[in-house]
């Protein structure tokens, strides 16, 4: 059974840091890509960053850039998300989902992902 369990969410300032991490499970780590999303209220899911797990190749949407770092480590098969100097607009519902294969572009709207983790909530407190 595939499983993708995020988790480290939670409550911090503005300016503060949070990593968040994304457990798969069910399936071969390596031969897949690791994207994180998140939703806030009222607003529609947007893809935050993607790492191919094989060719290490990230991206980031350009809100983030130089504040999220996405990592993998494939002995654990873990993805995170690193993310420093967090602003109130960060604050949503992160989830994590994965997609088959590699992918050349950063993803638009999460078509491409097929499994999806349960999210985890980020508040940004000014």
């Known amino acids: 059974e595939v499983q993708l369990q995020a988790s480290g969410g939670g409550l911090v300032e503005v300016g503060g840091s949070l990593r968040l991490s994304c457990v798969a499970s069910?399936?071969?780590?390596?031969?897949?890509?690791i994207a994180w999303f998140r939703q806030a209220p009222g607003k529609e899911k947007e893809a935050v960053s993607q790492?191919?797990?094989?060719?290490?190749?990230?991206y980031y949407r350009n809100s983030v850039k130089g504040r999220f770092t996405v990592s993998a480590d494939n002995a654990k098969n873990t993805v995170y998300l690193q993310m420093n100097s967090l602003k109130p607009e960060d604050a949503a519902v992160y989830y994590c989902?994965?997609?088959?294969?590699?992918?050349?572009?950063?993803?638009?709207?999460?078509?491409?992902?097929?499994?999806w983790g349960q999210g985890t909530q980020v508040t940004v407190s000014s």
């Open positions: 790492i191919d797990i094989n060719g290490g190749k990230t």
């Open positions: 069910g399936f071969t780590f390596d031969n897949y890509v």
């Open positions: 989902a994965s997609a088959p294969g590699a992918m050349a572009t950063m993803t638009s709207y999460g078509v491409e992902f097929q499994y």
